[in-house]
């Protein structure tokens, strides 16, 4: 997929960082592995929101540093987590702990047209998801051939999450 080629150039993870009036924004792209440095967890006050979106892999070296990383937060720190990929919300419904004091807004959804193939991943926010029954939406049509798509993930498995977030 469109992933290899930031693993093949060694991208590492890139960090954005935005201070706004109502807290601080960040954006990771990339990859978190045994390279990546995590230190700016520890600089963070107040209120945070991190998109997700842009991390394409996390590996178990790098799940292990982000575990210390986000415990290792100063006590005043409200992580928000928005836009989770895939390979994020895989390690939530695996690791017990993996969200320490995180909480999660929204995440992506992968969906798949098995008409004309076309995969495409929607954002869901964890109150949508919670209000419609901790179900995946069914009304996500196509871009390209308007068919209804079907997600391209066990959703009892996949929103596990969602059920056991308290
Ligand atoms: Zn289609």
Redesign the pocket.
């Known amino acids: 997929m469109h992933y290899d080629r930031w693993d093949a150039m060694g991208a590492g993870l890139r960090v954005e960082r935005v201070d706004e009036p109502s807290g601080v924004l960040i954006r990771l792209h990339g990859v978190v592995d045994e390279n990546t440095d995590l230190s700016f967890f520890r600089a963070l006050h107040g209120s945070v929101q991190l998109h997700l979106r842009g991390l394409h892999r996390i590996n178990s070296y790098g799940v292990r540093s982000w575990m210390a990383a986000i415990s290792a937060m100063a006590p005043d720190v409200e992580l928000e987590l928005v836009e989770c990929p895939v390979p994020m919300v895989d390690q939530m419904n695996q690791l017990r702990g993996f969200l320490g004091r995180a909480r999660v807004r929204s995440f992506l959804g992968p969906y798949i ?1 098995e ?2 193939g ?1 995969e495409d991943e929607i954002v869901i926010r964890v109150d949508d998801c919670r209000r419609n029954g901790v179900r995946l939406p069914d009304d996500v049509t ?1 871009p ?2 308007r ?1 209804r798509m079907e997600p391209d993930v066990v959703e009892s498995l996949y929103l596990r999450f969602v059920r056991e977030m308290a």
Request: aromatic residues 0%.
């Open positions: 047209c008409r004309c076309t196509c390209r051939c068919k």
